[in-house]
């Protein structure tokens, strides 16, 4: 593979992002079922954080983080393109992962205000 973000004084990058050339559709799509199989556990370990993120927070307004969301985009841009991804797409999927996570925050907030002790 070629280097990628070569600049003077920069550190060698080299892109890891990799896909097998597929003989079939068949074969792309148990590629895809295989990493779907890898990102289910690593999503659903991101939501239960994201729950427990309601229970630190004082009010329901405090779910919506503004400067944290532009900050969580920025390092997965930064991520991206260490790896030769593509940043915008990247970040658009993880606006709207961040958009699911504040809904699925926001009840976990009120499902606490309902049930003040069954934390
Ligand atoms: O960092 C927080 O405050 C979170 O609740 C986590 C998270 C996220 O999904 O990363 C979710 C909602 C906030 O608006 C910002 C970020």
Do not use: N
Request: glycine share 4%.
């Amino acid at each position: 593979m070629e280097d990628v973000g070569m600049s003077e004084g920069s550190p060698q990058i080299r892109p890891v992002v990799a896909s097998r050339p597929c003989a079939t559709m068949d074969e792309v799509r148990a590629e895809i079922d295989r990493l779907d199989r890898l990102l289910v556990p690593l999503i659903a370990e991101r939501l239960a954080y994201v729950a427990q993120a309601a229970r630190h927070k004082p009010t329901r307004a405090d779910v919506v983080v503004p400067w944290r969301i532009e900050e969580v985009v920025a390092k997965v841009r930064e991520c991206a393109m260490a790896i030769g991804a593509d940043a915008d797409t990247i970040e658009q999927i993880w606006r709207s992962l961040m958009a699911i996570s504040i809904d699925w925050e926001a009840w976990h907030f009120d499902r606490r205000e309902a049930r003040p002790s069954g934390r």
